[in-house]
C-alpha cells in the first residue's frame, strides 16, 4: 500500500496556520494559532505535527539556542496538497475516472453563472494546454 503523504482532516487545521502565515513556527506557536480555532490538546498538536514531519509536509530546523525547541515550516504549498489530494480521491472513488469525478461534482453542484463561465474558461484552458503539446 502507498504510504500517505497528504494531510488528514486534522492535519489540515495545523497546516492552515502555516500556509496563512507563509513562516516558520514552533510547536508552542502553533498551539496558541490552533487553540483559537478549536479544542484540540497541545499533546495532539505535537503529535500531528510529527506527523506531518513524517510525511514531508513540514520541515523542521532545532533553535540554536534551545534544542528542545523546533522551528517548523511547510514545505508543501496548500495548492499541491490540494491536487495530491483530488488525485488520491479519484483514483480511490472513481477508480481514477476524472470525467466521471468531475460529472458527480458537478451534477451535485448548485453554480452561479459566473461560476460556469469561470469552468469553461478553465476548460478551454485544459484544451490549449493538451493541444499545444501534440
Not at 495545523?14 to 498551539?31: N, Q
Not at 499541491?80 to 451535485?108: H, I, P
Not at 453542484?109 to 469553461?120: G, I, S
Request: charge should be neutral; glycine fraction near 6%; include cysteine.
Amino acid at each position: 500500500m502507498e504510504k500517505e503523504t497528504t494531510p488528514s482532516q486534522s492535519e489540515w487545521l495545523i497546516m492552515e496556520v502555516f500556509w496563512a502565515g507563509d513562516t516558520s513556527l514552533t510547536a508552542r506557536e502553533v498551539i496558541g494559532k490552533v487553540r483559537e480555532k478549536t479544542d484540540m490538546s497541545p499533546r495532539m498538536v505535537r503529535v500531528l505535527l510529527n506527523r506531518l514531519w513524517q510525511k514531508g509536509v513540514l520541515n523542521y530546523v532545532v533553535d540554536e539556542h534551545d534544542a528542545r525547541v523546533y522551528h517548523y515550516s511547510a514545505i508543501k504549498s496548500k495548492e499541491e496538497c490540494q491536487k495530491e489530494k483530488s488525485r488520491k480521491f479519484v483514483d480511490s472513488y472513481f477508480g481514477g475516472n476524472r470525467k466521471n469525478a468531475m460529472a458527480a461534482l458537478l451534477q451535485s453542484a448548485k453554480l452561479t453563472e459566473e461560476q460556469l463561465r469561470e469552468l469553461e474558461e478553465m476548460l478551454d484552458r485544459c484544451k490549449e494546454k493538451d493541444s499545444g503539446e501534440g
